[in-house]
């Protein structure tokens, strides 16, 4: 029996799958287009999917970035802001902007909305799905553009390309260092935990669960099962038939979560650089723990945001300071595989 | 030239032959479209030396890139008569040296063939585990179409035992596809009268651009030089790695006349290349050495990766790690019971890291009691414990380059690393069994507790050294008992120094201090008394000893 228990669960989880577009079909309805520039996006661009709520601070940076390694195209889910975003969005001239005031978290915190617009839009485009608060870099992203990886990963025939999630963070309380929007982030939130990642490879999903990084080490030391999930997979060469399982940690099908090899070697993979712990996380998380939207049972995250209001000092004495992408390939954090 | 795509590159690379004086033969893939064809020669056509040939259509690995290669060359051999050597190349090629450093390189060797040829036997260049057999099978397949024909057809072929015969007795070669050919051997190969019957054989050989022309050269050529003049380097799966911009210098320092494959979009590669001066690079033999070394080093970071390191795009199965962690270590069990000062004397003696009980209950303790350790590793149980595996990974990984030591005991958390450790070639690990009475007998509990403890620890010890027994084991490992081991300290903590090899010629100076035994036997007895057997301590005499000698007196030592 066995030898069948594969095959069910391949067959199962592509019901799962067609329930997943299913529901993001259902929701689509949700989305009210705010300014639509598809019409722009041409054969072999390369599109962003992000959903934003009051990102105001973050986003000329992450744009900025994202441009210059050679996105065209940015698809935007507004989730209700009142800081100026989707004004700032609509503005920009390589966006295209939806919004809706329902539910995060009943949207699978914005993977229902995202899914549906990448069905209609993604279709045979590479895509990056990102968080504001993600930036994306690759070996080499200071010389090669998003279109050389994206050629090479097609002629190595892959489909998918893993992230590691970084916490970055400041030395000294989190309210300490001002932010500018535009700036770049890392010049203060220039430290990260280099080493204490712990992963461990899901059955059925078959991607890596990874975990660790700053968020572990102080906040989840006596409850390391609830700690944040750090490997991603925001490269997709997207298909309508594709669907995000749980954020952009996992795809369905299943062969799009095999970024990692298993025989030894390296596989080629990026990083997000989290700019998560801005000025702007202290205040932001008072709200976050009333709003409830950004876990499944929130009422176990209060204790984390409670430590998060209270301002505190990431930084220890082993931090790693961030220098380049260089570093954290020599370090093991992402690899070149064989791309050099 | 072969083209097939990015074609105003090819165009650019064509005036760049083209403006040095050569002329110019190019094939264009019959899959492309007719408009973007006749864009293309529409754009070349205000160059006088410049013909196209026949189209085919050039699928990876088949016949059609010989057929386009025969028809371009025959082009080129009647069209221009003063043409003495002919260098095939592609659109994504780019010479790297002025075109007159390659014509002047190629005046001085008129009668060399330079085209990369080598049997099979000789070469471990075939991917996929099709060498000789390329020649031997047949292969009407498309490996990249038809991938499942393509293999059930090889085993067929194989389960059966067919076999071609090899027309006329040549001999196959192979080798780059990329060659730069003399107009008498080249016309010699195409005007063959048995071309018929070897166009025949090759058309189902397995990849033929790489065994055709590299086959028949041997045939004709006066003087080969196997060796090619195009600079191309292959991955793990034999597809061509792609030069970008960042490859500029290693290109530049290659001395290499021309490259390929290069990004289309590389345009600081294009613009370099195709303006330097004369003499930007020095004139001597194209050297692909330098270049060599690092792509084989990228080979192997694709292969086998780095040997120890757990991260998100390497995490191998069971029994393909090559290398648990990534350096040596050494574990020692029932040392620091034994030994008052044992972390400090060893630290001082070796020079290494020296942790306490990394799996220890309350906290990983780290050397010098530290609460994070290189790399953030925190000392939290329960983040240890979650994946003691990553744990202990992690901190080897993090401390490359410095040695870690760490002490081990029944009384930790070995449970779910035991089996880790002990399969782990890095690892020294040794054990001084029932040691961990030593503090029990120190200790000022009630003796019924202390009974109760005794067993559950001896029980978990014993479990332990199953496991280092095991024919499993790769660790080194040691194991004394600790009567054995009083009897003679000095020499094991010898033997583990040495092993550890760093900065000890001296011997040993200091020796560490051992913990007072005396009422130890006693104490055994009394746990004996109690129905609770002691046996992995050793035989430990009930009275003290007198002529034991005394050991908390640091001995006199000498070692030469």
Redesign the interface.
């Known amino acids: 029996m066995a030898v069948l228990n594969d095959p069910i669960l391949a067959y199962r989880l592509r019901w799962k799958r067609r329930r997943l577009l299913f529901r993001a079909l259902r929701k689509r309805p949700q989305l009210r287009s705010v300014i639509n520039r598809t019409d722009q996006i041409a054969k072999g661009d390369i599109l962003a999917a992000v959903t934003v709520r009051n990102e105001m601070v973050r986003l000329p940076y992450f744009l900025e970035h994202h441009r210059r390694l050679g996105v065209a195209h940015f698809l935007f889910v507004d989730n209700n802001s009142n800081d100026g975003t989707p004004e700032f969005l609509a503005r920009q001239p390589d966006v295209s902007l939806w919004g809706t005031p329902h539910s995060y978290k009943l949207s699978r915190f914005g993977m229902d909305w995202l899914t549906a617009l990448l069905a209609r839009h993604g279709h045979g485009h590479w895509c990056l799905t990102l968080d504001a608060d993600e930036i994306f870099i690759y070996p080499h992203h200071d010389t090669r553009p998003l279109p050389a990886l994206t050629d090479w990963l097609e002629r190595e025939g892959r489909d998918s390309f893993g992230a590691l999630m970084l916490d970055m963070y400041p030395k000294g309380r989190l309210s300490e260092h001002a932010y500018h929007p535009g700036d770049d982030p890392f010049s203060a939130l220039c430290w990260f935990d280099g080493g204490n990642y712990m992963i461990q490879r899901k059955p059925d999903l078959q991607n890596l669960w990874i975990q660790g990084g700053v968020r572990a080490r102080c906040f989840f030391g006596d409850e390391p099962r609830r700690a944040p999930t750090m490997g991603k997979i925001p490269l997709v060469r997207w298909n309508r038939r594709f669907a995000y399982v749980s954020s952009t940690h996992s795809l369905l099908p299943r062969r799009l979560n095999h970024v990692y090899a298993e025989d030894g070697g390296e596989m080629a993979s990026g990083i997000l650089m989290h700019s998560k712990f801005l000025n702007v996380i202290v205040d932001k998380s008072a709200e976050e723990k009333r709003r409830r939207e950004h876990f499944a049972n929130s009422d176990l995250y209060d204790t984390y945001y409670d430590s998060l209001i209270e301002d505190p000092d990431l930084w220890c004495g082993a931090s790693t300071k961030y220098i380049s992408w260089r570093q954290l390939e020599a370090m093991g954090l992402m690899s070149k595989g064989n791309w050099i | 030239m072969l083209v097939h795509t990015a074609f105003d590159r090819a165009e650019q690379v064509a005036r760049h032959w083209a403006a040095a004086g050569c002329p110019l033969v190019i094939h264009a893939d019959k899959s492309v479209p007719k408009a973007t064809y006749d864009a293309f020669v529409k754009s070349l056509s205000n160059l006088p030396d410049v013909r196209f040939s026949k189209r085919h259509r050039c699928e990876w690995g088949t016949w059609g890139l010989v057929a386009a290669t025969q028809s371009a060359s025959q082009l080129m051999l009647d069209q221009f008569p003063d043409v003495r050597h002919v260098y095939l190349a592609s659109g994504s090629c780019l010479p790297l040296r002025p075109v007159q450093e390659l014509i002047d390189y190629l005046a001085e060797r008129p009668q060399t063939d330079f085209i990369e040829s080598a049997t099979t036997a000789d070469v471990p260049w075939t991917i996929g585990g099709l060498d000789q057999e390329r020649f031997t099978l047949r292969f009407p397949f498309s490996w990249r179409k038809h991938r499942y024909l393509f293999d059930r057809y090889v085993a067929l072929q194989r389960a059966v035992g067919y076999k071609r015969r090899i027309p006329n007795g040549i001999v196959p070669h192979m080798g780059s596809q990329w060659w730069c050919l003399t107009r008498q051997t080249l016309s010699a190969i195409l005007s063959d009268p048995e071309r018929e019957t070897y166009d025949r054989y090759f058309k189902t050989v397995w990849i033929p651009d790489e065994s055709y022309f590299q086959t028949l050269a041997r045939q004709y050529s006066r003087q080969i030089e196997s060796r090619s003049l195009t600079l191309s380097k292959f991955?793990?799966?034999g597809?061509p790695?792609?030069f970008?911009?960042?490859h500029l210098q290693l290109l530049r320092r290659s001395d290499c006349f021309v490259a390929r494959k290069i990004?289309p979009?590389a345009n600081r590669l294009y613009d370099a290349f195709l303006t330097d001066k004369a003499g930007a690079m020095k004139q001597t033999e194209p050297n692909p050495g330098k270049i060599d070394r690092?792509?084989a080093?990228?080979?192997e970071?694709?292969?086998?990766?780095?040997p120890g390191?757990?991260?998100?795009?390497?995490?191998?199965?069971e029994g393909?790690?090559?290398g648990l962690t990534c350096a040596q270590y050494s574990v020692f069990e029932g040392f620091s019971d034994l030994f008052e000062n044992f972390e400090t004397w060893l630290a001082k003696a070796t020079g290494t890291r020296v942790h306490g009980h990394l799996f220890a209950p309350g906290r990983a303790e780290f050397s010098e009691r530290?609460?994070?350790?290189?790399?953030?590793?925190?000392d939290?149980a329960?983040?240890r414990d979650?994946?003691p595996r990553?744990?202990l990974t992690?901190l080897i990984?993090?401390t490359r380059g410095e040695r870690q030591c760490f002490q081990m005991g029944p009384r930790d958390h070995v449970k779910k690393i035991e089996w880790y450790i002990a399969k782990d070639p890095n690892a020294q690990i040794s054990v001084i069994t029932g040691a961990w009475a030593v503090p029990l007998f120190k200790s000022n509990a009630n003796f019924s507790d202390i009974r109760q403890e005794a067993a559950r620890l001896q029980q978990t010890e014993s479990k332990h050294l199953e496991v280092l027994r095991s024919p499993w084991t790769k660790a080194r490992v040691r194991i004394w008992t600790m009567a054995e081991f009083i009897e003679a300290p000095m020499e094991p903590l010898q033997t583990i120094i040495d092993e550890i090899g760093q900065q000890n010629l001296r011997g040993l100076s200091e020796v560490p201090r051992m913990s007072d035994l005396s009422g130890f036997g006693q104490f055994l007895q009394n746990l004996k008394n109690q129905g609770m057997h002691p046996y992995l301590m050793g035989d430990f005499p009930v009275a003290h000893d007198p002529h034991e000698p005394q050991q908390n007196k640091p001995k006199p030592y000498l070692v030469q």
């Open positions: 991955d793990y799966q597809k790695h792609i970008y911009d960042d990004w979009f690092i792509f080093k990228a080979v970071r694709r292969t086998r990766g780095r390191l757990l991260m998100q795009s390497r995490f191998p199965v393909r790690e090559n530290q609460t994070v350790m290189n790399g953030a590793l925190s939290s329960s983040l979650y994946n990553a744990f992690s990984w993090n």
